[in-house]
């Protein structure tokens, strides 16, 4: 393999890459404000200036080609001053308002105006004046005082979410950016120009000012918008979460995300909706109750009937673990065959970016996990069918609201001597419900989620509940969740009474004197391990923080509901 | 041990002579005390009289608020991220202003505060100073948390302070 030197050390590149690709392949970062790996090369910040022996001026980095033998100096004196009068021409006319700004914290220009600048400024001029407050989109708000005319965005439009909507008016210090006339900063990936904006120019309207980012924690985890599951990272403080940002995983979403995963996946989690509690339904109305009072009565209901007149639905929406220990509990405790889960498909979703028709995050997990009717039993239409005709009694649902997408099964469920849910929110389903488990979400269990092309990953918590303890937890934890006590206001967060499905059945299986021995998610996922194929020699560890792809396996095509 | 190179120390409750007759000693105090009465009175008779310190002082934080009736401060949470004792909280929010930013919610649990001034010293906005107040006096936590209604101070009342923040800072 061919060799160039940077700063006196020998590394190896592909033919073909750029100073600055064979360097971040090497673990060194030059630094760059306008070069990003997924974008094209526009070289117009100067930032990522660098020697090169024999050349008789100073080349920018993100776009000469490496070549053999080169040897590119970084900390030449050179190369040092030319990166401070860059930083100087960039805080020229970049305003001073770092505590107003979103931005700081994360910010690029102040990073490198950390490492890479001098401190002084010889600017002694008016600054320039540009539009603040442009509502660029729905999403996105535009301070034109603070863009440093990197072009990401208008090149992340045009290139990775294809739809030119952003360009540069204007020439010299009046440069801006704005949207093509009549035209709106709208594409469904439109609220990743926040993230790869270096400053605060663009910022996510949704969190404007909604906290600091050195005052939250940051968990990784799996969106659960689509079967893609794009790779996120969870911020929240006071155990709220505030605000969902992409994370790089090349295999599933690269550095991005969409906006409905990004805006409309986490709200529920604190909504007023939120179940709180096991509910029981008392003359008509649906009744706080204890766990084990409520344990006991949905054991005692499941025992009233046959093992033919139960049916079981698992979820797309749980984690493979829910959906195992439910086929688990259906088969074993249930004793019933009549066991499947919704698909969710919606065409209209889906696109040929990132965006899947398949609106759950766990199809094939549930389908791995064994939710499937067994020789004799229904599946979703025979229980549908079953129920109408009066064979099926009692129905247990899990983590999802049936009724959302098909009203007509209402007539259906109200036939139904006996209907139990796991839920997080009360929904249409719960309203005709018997007994509610409160179900934790997705950012409040440990997990596993396997998305559309088969790729096992992980979820992790990132909210405490009653039931999960942010230390104990070996949760993620600011500063504040550290230190903050039941006295003061700003760590009072709700905490609430909910648990994973799994946990839910297996307390619900003791109740009905069968033990389903698990303690941990790990565990179940290490009898998942154990006894199906497709996850032979898997575990938390080895899943780690990108996923894994999954062997093979014969998947039955999804169905719509 | 080299200990017995060292001089046997003079005790210093050994007596002389005059101490052990008692009454010159009585005198001495006696007259001290009488000197004393007719001098002039050092001892402040708080709370009928109150001790106004200078500006160096450090007092309970506080919000400067503007001629207009908007505080100054922008909320960017530096003085929260300073505060070695965690006792400030802010909540930001949008407003229509200049400044696009101001606290929504700004409290000083005046239980967790230590008058350090490192608040004072972070901002960039000089929107938070250490106040001349010093009677803070509470019977349950919940008093103990200020928020803005009773952080807001004129300006006028801080000038003191701001002076001696712009001359010695």
């Known amino acids: 393999m061919s060799k160039f030197n940077i700063d006196g050390k020998d590394i190896e590149f592909k033919p073909g890459q750029t100073i600055i690709e064979a360097a971040r392949d090497n673990g060194i970062e030059i630094p760059h404000f306008c070069w990003h790996p997924k974008l094209s090369v526009s070289g117009n910040c100067r930032m990522c200036l660098v020697e090169v022996e024999k050349m008789p001026k100073l080349v920018i980095a993100c776009s000469t080609v490496a070549a053999e033998g080169m040897v590119v100096y970084m900390d030449s004196d050179k190369a040092i001053s030319a990166r401070n009068a860059v930083m100087e021409f960039f805080l020229i006319n970049h305003p001073l308002d770092c505590p107003i700004c979103d931005e700081a914290g994360e910010c690029k220009l102040q990073d490198y105006a950390y490492q890479h600048s001098t401190g002084e400024s010889r600017f002694v001029e008016e600054k320039t004046h540009k539009d603040k407050r442009v509502e660029l989109g729905p999403n996105v708000m535009f301070d034109g005082d603070r863009c440093i005319s990197c072009s990401r965005c208008i090149r992340f439009c045009d290139e990775v979410a294809k739809d030119a909507e952003l360009t540069f008016v204007k020439r010299g210090d009046r440069v801006t950016i704005t949207t ?68 790089y995983n090349e295999e599933v979403n690269s550095y991005w995300m969409c906006d409905h995963g990004r805006l409309n996946t986490f709200k529920f989690i604190n909504a007023g909706d939120r179940i709180d509690g096991p509910h029981m339904r008392v003359e008509g109305n649906l009744i706080k109750v204890g766990w084990d009072e409520a344990f006991a009565k949905a054991a005692s209901n499941l025992k009233a009937f046959g093992k033919d007149e139960i049916a079981f639905l698992g979820s797309a929406y749980a984690t493979v673990e829910d959906n195992f220990v439910a086929a688990k509990f259906a088969k074993s405790v249930l004793g019933t065959g009549h066991l499947d889960f919704v ?19 766990n199809t094939k997990g549930a389908e791995l996990a064994g939710v499937a009717p067994s020789k004799n039993g229904f599946d979703f239409n025979g229980i549908v069918k079953a129920i109408r005709e009066g064979k099926i009694k009692a129905l247990y649902v899990l983590e999802d609201d049936i009724l959302n997408d098909n009203l007509e099964l209402e007539n259906v469920l109200a036939k139904l001597d006996l209907l139990i849910i796991n839920a997080s929110n009360f929904n249409k389903t719960s309203a005709l419900a018997d007994i509610v488990f409160p179900a934790a979400t997705y950012a ?82 290490y009898d998942i391990s154990n006894s199906i194929d497709a996850f032979k020699g898997l575990d938390y560890d080895v899943i780690a923080e990108l996923g894994v792809q999954l062997k093979s396996v014969n998947l039955k095509s999804t169905v719509k509901i | ?32 005390t009488l000197r004393t009465m ?15 310190p200078a500006g160096s002082y450090r007092g309970r934080p506080v919000l400067v608020e503007e001629k207009n009736g908007e505080e100054r401060c922008v909320a960017c949470g530096l003085c929260s991220r300073v505060c070695p004792a965690l006792a400030i909280e802010v909540q930001a929010a949008e407003t229509d202003r200049e400044k696009e930013r101001y606290p929504e919610k700004f409290e000083i649990n005046m239980l967790r505060c230590i008058f350090c001034g490192f608040c004072e010293e972070v901002c960039p906005e000089e929107a938070i100073v250490m106040s001349k107040d010093y009677e803070l006096a509470f019977s349950n936590r919940e008093d103990a948390i200020y928020g803005k209604d009773k952080l807001l101070v004129p300006v006028d009342q801080l000038q003191d302070r701001i002076d001696f923040l712009r001359n010695y800072k």
């Open chain 2, 1 to 32: 041990m080299s200990g017995n190179n060292i001089p046997p120390k003079k005790r210093i409750k050994d007596l002389t002579f005059g101490e052990k007759i008692y009454i010159p000693e009585i005198v001495k105090g006696l007259s001290l």
């Open chain 1, 180 to 247: 093509f006339p009549g035209e709106q900063l709208d594409n469904p990936y439109a609220m990743n120009v926040v993230d790869i904006c270096p400053v605060g120019a663009l910022t996510n309207r949704d969190f404007r000012f909604k906290a600091r980012v050195w005052d939250m924690a940051h968990t990784n985890t799996i969106c659960n918008g689509c079967a893609r599951g794009c790779n996120i990272e969870v911020w929240t403080r006071n155990n709220e979460v505030l605000r969902l940002v992409p994370r």
């Open chain 1, 343 to 361: 698909r969710h498909i919606d065409p209209t979703f889906g696109d040929e970016i990132l965006r899947n028709e398949d609106v759950t995050p």
């Open chain 1, 444 to 525: 409040e269990k440990n997990g596993t989620f396997v998305n559309f092309q088969g790729r096992v990953q992980r979820i992790r918590p990132a909210l405490a509940t009653n039931d999960v303890d942010r230390a104990l937890e070996g949760m993620s934890m600011s500063r504040l969740d550290k230190f903050g006590t039941k006295y003061d206001r700003w760590a009072q967060g709700k905490h609430f009474d909910a648990r994973s499905s799994w946990k839910i059945l297996v307390g619900l299986a003791s109740a009905m004197g069968q033990k389903l021995k698990y303690n941990m998610a790990e565990e179940v996922f």
């Open chain 2, 38 to 52: 007719f001098k002039p009175k050092f001892t402040m008779e708080y709370p009928e009289e109150k001790f106004i």
